[in-house]
């Protein structure tokens, strides 16, 4: 089992940052593959940025060149690093894992994820 914990979002103006960070207990074979997704009022879910065990970080095309996701696979832990924010970047962010290998932001994005966070509110004043 793998219980995944998310540090607190925030409220923060246009422009600027945040950085969300998720924490794993449990078998470092149940996240293979760490993800961020993110829900909008009244809107899917969707897929922000994924990134596998010793594979290449990937992006959504809305969030490329603005957010950056990392992960500590000793400290089992993954970040997002959201900057010029915007306001439609408001939403809940949930942290996600897989022992699956996801090895591209398609087959991400596509993927089935075993394990979730509680979600943490991150909300882009204009």
């Known amino acids: 089992q793998v219980q995944l914990v998310e540090a607190a979002g925030g409220l923060v103006p246009a422009g600027g940052s945040l950085r969300l960070a998720c924490a794993a207990s449990?078998?470092?074979?149940?996240?293979?593959?760490m993800c961020w997704f993110r829900q909008g009022t009244g809107k899917a879910r969707e897929l922000v940025a994924a990134?596998?065990?010793?594979?290449?970080?990937s992006h959504a095309v809305s969030v490329k060149g603005r957010f950056t996701i990392s992960r500590d696979n000793a400290e089992n832990t993954v970040c997002l690093q959201t900057n010029s924010l915007k306001p439609e970047d408001t939403g809940v962010y949930y942290c996600?894992?897989?022992?699956?290998?996801?090895?591209?932001?398609?087959?991400?994005?596509?993927?089935?994820?075993?394990?979730w966070g509680q979600g943490t509110q991150v909300t882009v004043s204009s």
């Open positions: 996600a894992a897989t022992s699956r290998y996801y090895g591209s932001f398609a087959i991400a994005r596509g993927g089935l994820y075993d394990y």
């Open positions: 449990g078998r470092a074979f149940g996240t293979n593959t």
């Open positions: 990134a596998a065990r010793d594979g290449s970080p």
